[in-house]
Structures are given as structure tokens and as C-alpha cells.
């Protein structure tokens, strides 16, 4: 190839690059902006009106709605905007522009949304199906790499000056606005609030990690050509062999890993019961699959 060619070829695909990095940054933002909106629905439409103080900046700012009636927005406002500068701060290099964007957009959806039509009080519905909606929100604004800031910020500084686990910074912090709401409220309230808080936790990891129906499988066997030629021919996936020692006979065998759709390892189970039934074989749900043949096209080599 000429040197003129070269540079052409180097620089179209630099332009593609950017092209794709900034298509890629437009797609984090609108997630995070999606994902705000919904955290703030969530609130409007299930917590508030159920008097649900499940942790963070919006359990504050249903407290004081409930004893001063404060605008829960203008509420989190005075206590985000403030809040995400003293992180920024203090703890630097984890503030961003994309945290800025969470932490307006929340308060702004409560406000725009405050008198929405329809609305749940009963508390358990509200835990439950506002808990989903939030959790969907926060994992929607998580994987745009973004966040809401709030309370979650006060998490990270307990975590930075203490020495404690982000999860049991968390916890103390939600913990104090739930043990407060059981005076405000009522101790009945505080625990649908701790329910609330369960089930978004959950829900946020369902999101982030796109829980899927693959299976990862794990195959101890002897006869590791026989099931290489199984996986690799009949239901065309790749696999790695690791060598281990068996604990109870202390002989050398083969662990094959491997990972399959759901109906690949309904197949693959069948196969290797009426073909290779002493093999000692694991199935696991995978949360996440990245790589050739799921997050990726499948890769063929062809003879030349």
C-alpha cells in the first residue's frame, strides 16, 4: 500500500473513531436524562403520595413535605446542588459533568410532573411497583455512567473518611432517613420504605447487568475430545479447557467452560446424558455475556 494511501486510510478511520465515541456519549447522556425522569415518575407517582421515605435526598425531602410542606423539588434542589460541590471537592476525579446532569433532571421531572393525574397511596403497591420504576431509572442513568448524586455522594465522602464499604456507607446514610421517616410516619411506613429501598437494589442490578438467559457451563470429564467435538459441532460454540485434580481419586482431569443460550443448554443436557453420562456438568445462569458469539458476531476461520 502507497504511503498516500496509508494516511488517508488511517485518517478516515480516526474520523470514524470520533464519530463513534461521540455517538457513543450522546446515547450515555440521553440514557442518563431518561433514566432521571423515571426516578423522578417514580417518586411523583408512587412514593410521595404513599408517604414512602425510602432513603436518599427524595426521603428527605418527603419528610419535610410531610411536616412543612416544602416542594420536594426545590427541596432537592438546595440539597443536590450544593451537595455535588462539596463532592466535587473532595472527592475530585469521580464528579462529572454526566453526575451534574442526573442531579438537575430528578428534581426537574418532580417539578414539571407535580400534578400528575394518577397516582398510587397505597404503601405496598408503592413499594413494590415504585421500587421497579426506580431501580429501572437509577440502572438506566448507572449504565449511561452517570448518577443522580444526592445522598449517594454523602455515601462516597463516609466511605472516603472512614474506611467503611461503599454498601455500608449506603446503608448508613439510607438507614438514618428510614429511621427518621419511623418517627415522622409511622414504624409500618419505615418498613415499606425498607422494602422499597430491596427492591430498587434489585431491580438496579437486573439493569446494569442485563440479566440473561445464557448459561454458563461447567463439564468435568475424561473425555474432552469426545465433548469438544460435541460443543464445538453440534451447537457451534467455542470453549476453554482448564486442567484440575479430581479431590475424592486425585486424578488429573479436563474442566470445559462454556457458554450457551437457554434452549443450546437444553440441547447440549440431553446430548451429554445419553452420550457422556459419567461427565460431571454445572449449569449456572450468566448475568452478562460479552465477547464473540453474544455482544459480538460469531467468528468462522476459513481454510486457505
Same mark, same amino acid.
Given at each position: ?6 494516511? #488517508? ?8 473513531? &470520533? ?16 433514566? !432521571? ?16 421515605? $425510602?432513603?436518599? *435526598? ?14 420536594? @423539588? ?8 450544593? *451537595? ?8 475530585? &476525579? ?9 442531579? /438537575? ?12 393525574? /394518577? ?7 408503592? $413499594? ?23 445522598? @449517594?455522594?454523602? !455515601? ?26 419511623? #418517627? ?17 437494589? &434489585? ?56 457458554? *450457551?443460550?437457554?434452549?443450546? !443448554? ?13 461427565? /460431571?456438568? *454445572? #449449569? ?9 458469539? #453474544? ?7 476459513? @481454510?486457505?
Amino acid at each position: 500500500m502507497l504511503r498516500w494511501q496509508w494516511y #488517508f486510510l488511517k485518517k478516515g478511520l480516526n474520523t470514524i473513531l &470520533k464519530l463513534t465515541l461521540q455517538t457513543k456519549l450522546i446515547i450515555e447522556y440521553l440514557s442518563i436524562i431518561f433514566g !432521571a425522569a423515571l426516578v423522578g415518575l417514580a417518586y411523583n407517582i408512587f412514593f410521595l403520595p404513599a408517604r414512602l421515605a $425510602a432513603g436518599g *435526598v427524595s426521603g428527605i425531602s418527603t419528610i419535610l413535605y410531610e411536616l412543612y410542606q416544602y416542594n420536594p @423539588a426545590y427541596v432537592q434542589w438546595l440539597i443536590n446542588i450544593p *451537595v455535588f460541590f462539596i463532592g466535587l471537592m473532595l472527592l475530585g &476525579k469521580d464528579f462529572s459533568l454526566k453526575t451534574l446532569v442526573g442531579t /438537575f433532571f430528578v428534581p426537574f421531572t418532580i417539578w414539571i410532573s407535580s400534578d400528575i393525574p /394518577f397516582t398510587i397511596d397505597n404503601p405496598l403497591l408503592a $413499594a413494590i411497583y415504585g421500587g421497579i420504576l426506580l431501580g429501572i431509572g437509577l440502572g438506566i442513568v448507572y449504565r449511561g455512567k452517570g448518577s443522580t448524586g444526592g445522598l @449517594a455522594t454523602v !455515601a462516597q465522602i463516609v466511605k472516603k473518611f472512614t474506611g467503611l464499604s461503599s454498601g455500608y456507607s449506603q446503608l448508613i446514610v439510607d438507614g438514618l432517613v428510614v429511621i427518621t421517616s419511623a #418517627f415522622v410516619f409511622n414504624l409500618e411506613l419505615a418498613l415499606y420504605a425498607m422494602m422499597a429501598i430491596y427492591v430498587t437494589s &434489585k431491580v438496579i442490578d437486573f439493569v446494569q447487568l442485563q440479566t440473561s438467559p445464557s448459561k454458563l457451563v461447567l463439564i468435568i470429564t475424561e473425555q474432552e475430545e469426545k465433548i469438544q467435538t460435541i460443543i464445538k459441532e453440534e451447537i457451534d460454540r467455542g470453549l476453554t479447557k482448564i486442567r484440575s485434580i479430581g479431590g475424592f481419586s486425585n486424578q488429573e482431569k479436563t474442566m470445559i467452560f462454556c457458554v *450457551v443460550e437457554q434452549q443450546e !443448554a437444553v440441547y447440549l443436557k440431553k446430548v451429554l446424558q445419553e452420550q457422556e453420562p459419567a461427565s /460431571f456438568v *454445572v #449449569f449456572l445462569n450468566a448475568s452478562e455475556i460479552l465477547g464473540r458469539g #453474544f455482544s459480538l458476531s460469531k467468528f468462522h476461520e476459513t @481454510a486457505r
